[in-house]
């Protein structure tokens, strides 16, 4: 990949977007963001193949970008629980392509919520709803997504409006990337409680866990048991971070990006996500686990190292907070050093 992204170098004044005006694609070239309300998608192409979609079914309880495709039509996501493939884990169900919301806000688990929760926990679940789309740009190289949402605790409070901007582009190689920045506006005063699941999700294919994932049992912030197995068939998934820790051992570990990278036959692929300088809580802590959950989660300090202060990230009401991460899913084994340039790039981007 070009070190700059040069698209995205490109003036904010190239790719205005009148709010609330959708763009209709003109033809089936470039990237293409086609909003269709009334299925609750909005579907991402690039030349016309599939790259990803912005969904908000009812069962996932937040707005997820699912599935997610490379340049060479390899789908680099789970299908479990939307799309199921033979063969597949079937843990979590609450993983659905790539996602933004956290454990424990004000005593409300947002991030384990799901159709499959008992209803007596459902109390202490919180959902992201999706309010509306502010606006859609197609274009040559990249386009563009602004959503609205609200997350609303089991109690059916409101307490953070999200405006969430998306940047879906493609480099001169096909290399594709996404940028997803989150606004949240505190509507009562609200504190991101220190846990470990969190912030940035992405749940990979069965082709990119690690071989080396052992079977377990995870327990969430309530206690929950979920069980996992031990490695699935024709894993191949090797984490490696910023900070040259690699493999399994990259759990719990911080850095300014971490890159997973696996093949399945011929075909191999590298995801990596890039944190943002000005982040609350950078670097962050890589929620990287074997079994294929794959997070930035830069809020749950002395959950991943107990010698660390409990960060428990608060704001009051009427505040704002932004969380601005980088996804690029490369079509070989991406190079320490080309990760390197890209993090310089991604800072650079939005300065």
Known sequence: MRSSMVFLASSAAGLALAAGAFAAPSANRGVQVTPDVAQRRVTITIDGKPFTSYIWPVEVKKPVLFPIVDADGFTVTRGYPLDPRPGERT????HVGLWFNYSNVNGFDFWNNSDAIPAARRPKMGTIVFKKIVSAESGAGRGELTTESTWVTGAGEPIIGETTRFVFARDADGTRMIDRTATLHALAKVVFHDDKDGLLGLRVASWLES??????VFRDESGAVTKVNAASPGASGVYLTSEGV???AAWGTRGKWC???GHTGNHTATIAIFDDPSNPGYPTYWHARGYGL?????LGRDKFDPRQPAFN??????QTAV????VVIYTHAASPQELNREAAAFDAAYK
């Open 91 to 94: 843990d979590h169900p609450h």
């Open 211 to 216: 071989p080396t994932a052992k079977g377990g």
């Open 246 to 248: 690699k493999g399994d």
């Open 259 to 261: 890159a997973l990278t």
């Open 294 to 298: 794959f997070a930035a989660n830069p």
């Open 313 to 318: 990230y608060t704001l009051q009401k009427g």
């Open 323 to 326: 969380f601005r991460y980088r």
